[in-house]
């Protein structure tokens, strides 16, 4: 069974930054993109930022330059380090994971980034 967890959302300020994490277990592909994805009430859920396999990355035009995805493939996490963070960038974050070899797409629980003064 393939689990998503996700942590590091919270409340900030304007400017501020957060990390937030995502731990998978279970994935059996070698091939595995990996992304985060964020959902305001309301709105459908749209793609942040998004690594492939091999480490190619890519990112929204709204947040290229304030935002970086990384992973750490022998720990089976991707990170998501979010400086200059704006009050529209409050959301629920989730971590969506693609294993390519089985085709087959799984998400995280979400968690809450809240940016207010």
């Known amino acids: 069974q393939v689990q998503l967890v996700e942590s590091g959302g919270g409340l900030v300020e304007p400017g501020g930054s957060l990390t937030l994490s995502c731990t998978a277990s279970?994935?059996?592909?070698?091939?595995?993109?990996m992304g985060w994805h964020r959902q305001v009430p309301g709105e459908e859920r749209e793609l942040v930022a998004s690594?492939?396999?091999?480490?190619?990355?890519f990112y929204v035009d709204r947040v290229k330059g304030r935002f970086t995805i990384s992973r750490n493939n022998a720990k089976n996490t991707v990170y998501l380090q979010m400086n200059g963070l704006k009050s529209e960038g409050a959301a629920v974050y989730y971590c969506?994971?693609?294993?390519?070899?089985?085709?087959?797409?799984?998400w995280g629980q979400g968690t809450q980034v809240t940016v207010s003064s």
């Open positions: 279970g994935l059996i592909g070698s091939r595995v993109a």
């Open positions: 969506r994971a693609t294993d390519l070899d089985v085709r087959a797409d799984y």
């Open positions: 690594v492939s396999s091999g480490g190619s990355t």
